[in-house]
């Protein structure tokens, strides 16, 4: 039957609405709308007392209510439906991740977008200032060409063909660093853009790669639209940028997680950047693996995936071991004469037998290094992956320290000017100035423990007085265009020393680096989470990798200090042997039976109290595990208090489920989400959730 022959008032939608219940929700099709409902269309419904967004997920002829009391919809987007990949991929997620369809679907829509009253300034052109438009006039302005060498060419074809044959392939691009990764899928989407329909996706974890990388973009691609979707950009922005994207109008995207879920007609390729970055997990809200999902996004469209790194996640490495993906190796360094730095790993114990300084963690070695770098007028980096002033500030007449009263966790010592201090906790935010005297026993002698980036930068600032130092770290880059504005000092060699965090390593392509010094890593050998060797491995990689990247650089090197030389990451750092590195904990895991070779999910509870969240992720574990269709070789734990248990005043607990067979899992889960449901509601104020393939336990 045509939609002309129905009656309107017949005609049901059952409409996706972000809402903690898993159901869809029926309204009837107005009767002035003069086009027929379809699948993936945004919508504005009445749902109890207010107005909100919805997308419509099915057409139907009839319903179980009654039509009288059925609401109607009230206005469609002027838009054209979401892609079907991307519905599909959102329905795909909510089962994966157990959580209601609304909540995966809505958030990805820009919040303009989820704004009726927004629908109309939409539509009109944004009016850009003059600085706007001859920045990007100038933007558009083709650079000139860099030829690949053969290992790069060889892998372009490659992927080319991939393209011509409009079939799924899933490839990791592993090469060293410096070995022009980005270059080679550059060239690749090159050929793919010539066709003034397609659309390409690049993905990057951090915003803080974005800039760079769109700058490389716009030169490699002049003349071509492209927009970059992440949580830096303002909301009007965002939402222009998803509709050029939706309607075909840009044919690049560019983005962190949340472009994954960008609507695209004509997707033709996606690159997942440094794929083994942590950041490509979602943490809050639906726990989704955005490297995960573009796989099955490609696979969805029978387009190719590039999933790059130097150092790759074992699951990927894995998955390109077993033939699930193909492997393509960049084993040279593009740039001419670039020669890769010369790793040390440096005993601070034979160090400390020798009689040598050690000063504010960093030893008398690396500061006659720096001293010499600076002479030369090459730059150095020194990385600490700590943040603040000190870890924490500490009474040593009475032992108390700067707890967090919301969070099982110190509060870090902030250096906000000379006279001013903050104690900060970086999980909750809790934010509070330093006490004059000890709250336990009135010592007026408080002393800083430990060391974040600031306490290193003011020392160096001392030893070297005559050098420039920049501190690159979360603190630093808060505002809007701070961080580009850092990078772009070094990259035009106004800094003699950069002290940073891991922002610092992460895909920048620093010409004049030849020295990069790095501080206090062992503490990640001792972590309880069991990845904690990769990505302390992958950190160092990474960081390593910023040295000898030019000629400019010349003889580069990297000084790694630690109580551990003989620590497996820093075994295979000495070599940079990534796949020895990778060979080795695949042959733990697989003797203990740990992920890739099992599969895993977290169900958390919290509640103010501990007891409360353990009992009731007890309770739901019993009925479980009785449950007849409960899987044979599917794991329930424990359940067990977090290792960080407290977070903003809420308690934490945890109980771990393991299967082998994914299957299995996906079943064990869904019957835990069953018997969750029900434990919840027996226990006021326990919240809970379950976390699919989680990255920490």
């Not at 679907?105 to 600085?131: A, D, F």
């Not at 308690?651 to 299967?659: G, I, P, T």
Request: hydrophobic residues 35%; aromatic residues 6%.
């Amino acid at each position: 039957m045509s939609f002309e022959d129905k009656s309107p008032e017949k005609i049901i939608v059952q409409v996706a609405i972000d809402s903690p219940l898993n159901q869809l929700f029926d309204y009837a099709w107005h009767e002035d709308f003069a086009t027929a409902p379809q699948k993936g269309q945004i919508v504005q419904v009445s749902f109890g007392r207010q107005e909100c967004i919805g997308v419509v997920m099915q057409v139907l002829d009839k319903t179980d209510y009654d039509l009288e009391k059925i609401k109607k919809v009230q206005a469609i987007a002027p838009l054209q439906p979401i892609s079907s990949d991307v519905m599909a991929m959102a329905e795909f997620a909510a089962i994966y991740y157990q959580r209601p369809i609304g909540e995966v679907l809505i958030p990805s829509i820009p919040k303009m977008w989820r704004q009726k009253n927004k629908w109309e300034l939409l539509g009109k052109e944004k009016r850009l200032s003059k600085t706007s438009a001859a920045t990007k006039n100038t933007k558009a302005q083709p650079g000139n060409e860099i030829s690949l060498n053969e290992e790069q060419l060889f892998i372009v074809e490659k992927l080319w063909n991939q393209s011509i044959s409009k079939k799924f392939s899933c490839n990791l691009l592993q090469g060293i660093t410096g070995s022009g990764k980005t270059l080679t899928y550059l060239r690749w989407l090159k050929k793919i853009l010539d066709d003034d329909e397609s659309q390409v996706m690049i993905m990057v974890p951090e915003i803080n790669l974005t800039p760079q990388l769109e700058s490389s973009v716009e030169q490699a691609f002049p003349g071509k639209k492209l927009v970059v979707m992440h949580s830096g950009i303002t909301d009007r922005t965002r939402a222009d940028n998803w509709e050029k994207a939706h309607s075909g109008k840009a044919q690049i995207i560019l983005g962190t997680r949340m472009a994954v879920a960008t609507s695209a007609p004509n997707l033709k390729a996606i690159v997942v950047d440094e794929e083994h970055d942590l950041s490509y997990k979602q943490q809050e809200g639906v726990r989704y693996s955005a490297r995960d999902l573009a796989v099955w996004r490609g696979k969805k469209l029978n387009i190719p995936v590039v999933l790059a790194s130097a150092t790759p996640s074992l699951e990927t490495w894995f998955h390109a071991q077993e033939k699930r993906y193909e492997i393509l190796s960049l084993k040279e360094r593009a740039a001419k004469n670039a020669k890769p730095p010369l790793i040390q790993i440096l005993d601070l114990k034979q160090e400390q037998k020798a009689g040598k300084k050690n000063e504010h963690g960093i030893s008398e070695y690396l500061l006659n290094e720096l001293q010499k770098n600076i002479e030369q007028g090459r730059q150095s980096i020194i990385y600490i992956n700590r943040r603040g002033y000190s870890p924490v500030l500490n009474c040593q007449a009475c032992g108390w320290l700067s707890d967090c009263v919301k969070c099982s966790a110190h509060m870090v010592l902030h250096k906000i000017t000379e006279q001013k201090k903050n104690l900060c906790c970086h999980h909750c935010g809790v934010m509070r100035p330093v006490q004059k005297v000890c709250p336990d026993c009135g010592n007026t002698d408080l002393s800083p423990l430990g060391k974040g980036t600031q306490k290193i930068e003011e020392f160096l600032s001392e030893r070297f007085p005559k050098a420039k130092i920049l501190r690159i770290d979360a603190d630093t880059t808060r505002t809007k265009g701070s961080a580009e504005s850092l990078f772009s000092e070094i990259h035009d060699g106004d800094a003699d020393i950069i002290v940073g965090t891991q922002m610092i390593a992460k895909g920048h392509d620093y010409q004049s680096v030849s020295l990069v010094g790095v501080i206090d890593a062992d503490a990640s050998l001792f972590s309880q989470d069991f990845r904690a060797s990769e990505r302390l491995f992958a950190q160092l990689m990474q960081v390593a990798g910023r040295a000898g990247r030019s000629e400019e650089a010349g003889e580069s090197k990297v000084i790694i200090q630690t109580n551990y030389p003989e620590a497996s990451p820093y075994k295979y750092l000495r070599h940079a042997d990534v796949d020895g590195f990778l060979e080795e904990i695949k042959n733990e895991r697989q003797l203990v039976g740990l992920p890739p070779f099992s599969y895993q999910a977290l169900v958390h509870g919290e509640h103010k109290t501990l007891v409360q969240a353990i009992d009731m992720l007890k309770d739901a574990s019993q009925l479980a595990k009785s449950d007849k269709i409960w899987p044979a070789n599917a794991m329930l734990s424990d359940v067990i208090p977090r290792a960080m248990v407290r977070i903003a005043g809420k308690e934490r607990a945890q109980m771990l489920v393991e299967s082998e067979s994914r299957q299995d899992l996906q079943k064990s889960i869904e019957i835990l989400q069953h018997y969750l449901t029900e434990a919840h509601t027996k226990r006021k104020g326990v919240g809970w959730y379950i976390e699919r393939d989680p990255i920490s336990i």
